[in-house]
């Protein structure tokens, strides 16, 4: 079961890492154009290039919402049993949120209004974190995990102090 999410996390941050990948590239081997004709071939390669990145976006987050679904109810129950998914979880939203980081460090803003835009919603929609929960159950995040084990802990304490 461990190496099923695994393997889901890793396509998910592999998506992740070839987004960054496109946006890095998005200003690659293009100057600022000085005439309209170049303006406009400018414009036609970065529309392309912003077309892939929108699809491989739209590609990660549709498979981000796949795994949700396969294992929404086991990540609910494995929250309150063990720490691994949630850590794995944790990871690949810090990977999603790389990829704001790589839209502010391209110039998009050289490259004119109609890709801004885009960008923006990028960036925005990376700063969402992952929602898993289920009625009856806490959000799944490292904060929840860390509660968990804060509690765990607790009640370890309490049982060595009673000796049983």
Not at 68 to 88: N, R, W
Request: hydrophobic fraction near 45%; aromatic fraction near 10%.
């Amino acid at each position: 079961m461990l190496q099923t999410q695994i393997l889901w996390i890793g396509e998910i941050t592999a998506k992740a890492d070839l987004i960054i990948w496109y946006i890095q590239d998005l200003m690659e081997e293009l100057q600022l154009p000085n005439n309209q004709e170049e303006a406009d071939m400018f414009m036609s390669v970065i529309k392309s290039r912003m077309r892939e990145i929108i699809r491989e976006h739209h590609s990660m987050y549709k498979l981000l919402k796949n795994y949700t679904t396969v294992y929404k109810k086991l990540l609910m129950f494995e929250q309150k049993a063990a720490g691994p998914v949630v850590c794995l979880t944790a990871y690949c939203i810090a990977e999603v949120r790389s990829i704001g980081d790589a839209c502010l460090d391209i110039p998009f803003w050289n490259i004119g209004r109609v890709i801004r835009p885009y960008m923006v919603l990028i960036m925005q929609k990376s700063l969402r974190p992952l929602q898993l929960s289920a009625p009856g159950f806490d959000e799944v995040s490292v904060q929840t995990f860390s509660n968990n084990m804060a509690a765990a802990y607790s009640y370890f304490n309490m049982l060595r102090q009673t000796n049983i």
